[in-house]
């Protein structure tokens, strides 16, 4: 690989960076800043693991185990990531060339601006999608198992044809093939909390606790307001919930102005691509009636929707960790899940892998759906509202319309996660901000986030946890999050 | 949702209606409702070049224009009807109220989504005569339900009463947040720099970032140019009746300013004596820029800064920042600014908020919003007969 050395400043240079374990040296190790703040190392690291695996520099499982050890680092709960997972092409690397080049002819090295330089890389533009990238999109949708042959029967076109379009729906449009996954299956309550600071109380406290707290799934909250949330895994029977419950009012008197807390029992996904054409989106103008009247028919095409079924007897936590497998790649073949849990030292044979795929499949607790980006779906909004469940199944109802939308239901109301196109993120954000002046809503918060990034896998919380018959639990004395002040 | 778009000629205004479900933007131009659409209008390469061209310097009149382009008079003519009918340009005038004796205040409040605190501001603004612009935010970025607004108040007794009842809402029982300040300083630019005539090439948000991160390491030798520094004089109210007509259109001439006089002002004035104030009313009381629309920006976007540090780099920064954007108006007090941004809709604005505010950090305070069809808009002519009224004789002394 050709070396690119230029003229370095003095706070450029081109050692070889030795905050992982894995050594290796890629051909932009020049533009990389040294710094001592861990933040700062962090994104630098994913910047370079994702160049080492463009140039061949490391393969796969070492890039695996790289981003393991960089999830100990405080950042990844604020900026989950994983460029192991991301698709590998020459744009996103010239993009974050480029932007290490903006770094470094500026000398702005701030853990804000590698930040960006890293988010930024891979922040959603729009690309242009074919007619066949669009049909076999539209198809998965519904279809997320199907294979490539009947994709190709479907449309009249050859299995090449469709290969094509996948792969460049994976480079271009980052598809990935997931699932939703019933955690509490395995005896883990996933909770939301939603909260606004007081004024008096510092974010960096806060934020330092939410990030220790070996439970939190992730932690989102804007420099713009006050408003965040986190969510968690809280793993172990009513009495342990009920303690991380406490720990939660606890911190409340202190630091928050408003904390509402959901404990899932229901979650829900689902994209509307009838919604899509000709490289635009149409607003669904069903949804004016939505807002006025609080009614709306059911569409026909509703999100997928699964309700929390509580402990399954006969699981084994060989089975959760397929399962956290199965979300990052619901289409991993039985070889690359055995190479991902070698890494978290588990050995199971494909024969085994095959079994445990088809029991979850068969007893609900995971229900594959695609992902993907850059069609167009530029604002992304969370909104939090504590209503009756009569609204919260209309709400649902509402979501189905949307271009893209996930769900989290609890017994107090539901979040919602939506992303819209920016031209129609006012028709959007008033819409369901209206919500809030109804007689059967009590409460409602939002965030504007300029992305939507990942959380901590579920495998990535539990050290610490045992596996009982009930599923994981947790001593008590872990649940306390006072504890991390 | 039905819109309205408008056809103008001489003598007609014409109505035709359409179906669309774009956001829509209004102003109030001769009492109608004019809804500016969110299509999009490309420029031919000749009219690119005649408004880039306006837009350097809008002083230039249409025989100047000719000139400057090498082309006929009738040919800049032609397609300067053809931009006024498709495309509303017309240069009009920022107007230096200081030297009118009036004060120019600017606003900022902002409290909770549903806030019937902010509704009585709101209403109260409504009715005060002074008010002449009221905007709600749609979605602010402190998801906050904010209040943008404008004042023109007489010097003396009438500056002092609106600010203490401005003062009142920020306590109980009211309690909402409320900035203000006087406008010591503005500027309007538009630049095309970036326009081909059918698309806006914009920097990517973190380029824009990483610039506005550099900007900072030179800000004491950042130039201010090209802004309107508010006076504080006393005019006659021919003067301040000249200067509401060339609010609305900077390159009047004397005969129709004349007609325009006696129509909305009851004063009748000689044409020659106009030929002669035009000039002097135009370098001294105002400056003028170019408005355009139909050219992509179909967002319109109100960034709030809250001076913590010292104002002077952040002003000279903020300065900076208008030169990236395609049209931009800003006010500058000494304790805060406001930044009104027009832009494509593919721009993120809240990567440009998380952008001003990583960079600000320390320095300001930054909120910034969507914001709607104004609440309220009135130009010098709606206030004029408060000001011809109720002017006071003071000194000066007692201006502020």
Redesign the interface.
Known sequence: MKNNRTHQDESFNNSIYSGMSIQFETSYDNLFPSSDDPAIQFYIDMMRIYLGIYEGKINFEQALRAVEELKRNPEFVKFPTNPAVLPINEEFKNRII??LQ??Q????V?V??IR??YT??F?MQ?MNMNEVDVNVLRYLVDNPLAPNNKIAREFGLAAKTVARALKSLRERNRLRFTCLVDASTFGINWVVLFFSMRDEAEWPIIDTVLASFPFTKYVLK??????GYASFLIPGDKSNLSTFLSGIKRLTSSYFDYCSIHVQTAQGTGVNMSLYGAGAW??P?ILHDFANYLEIETNKRMPMHIENQGVIRGLSVNDFYIASHLKINYRASSGEIQTALSIHDKTMTPVQISRSIRKLTKTGIVHPYIVFTNIGL?AHFAFEMVCNEKTRDMIIRALSYTPKSTYFVSDRGIVAWIQAP??H???Y??LF?SL??NQYVDSM??????TRSGSRSMIDLIAGWTFTKQGWTVSKDMLMITDYL | MAIYERYSSSNLTKYRILTNLAQNKYTHLNNWPTVILNEFTPLTQKELTLVSRVALNPTLRQIDLARTLDVTRSAVNQIWKRLAREHHLKVKSLVNYGKLGINWIFGWAEDSTISPELDKFVNWLTLTPYATQIEESIISSSMNRVIYFEALVPFGEKTYQFKQQLDRFRKRPYDIQVDYDHVDHTRDALNLGRFDGSKWNLEDEFRLSTIMGATKSFVEILPIERTLRIGHEYAAPTEFAIAAILQRDYHVSSRKLQKALIEKFALDIADRTLRRKLPQIRSSFVMPYVSIDQIGLTQTILFHFKFIDDSTNMTRFLHAQTNMFPKTRILFGRGMAVLRLRLPSNVNWLAMTESFMHNLKGTSDVTACIIDAPLLQKELEHVYPYFVKHSDKISRREMM
């Open positions: 480029d932007n903006s770094i002819k500026y000398n702005l701030t804000d601006s960006s330089a930024f890389a922040l729009t804007t420099a713009m307001s006050g408003i149409k607003f103008t530029t920016s031209e993120q006012v028709e954000y008033k901000r809030e002046q918060q939002s965030i504007m986030t300029v």
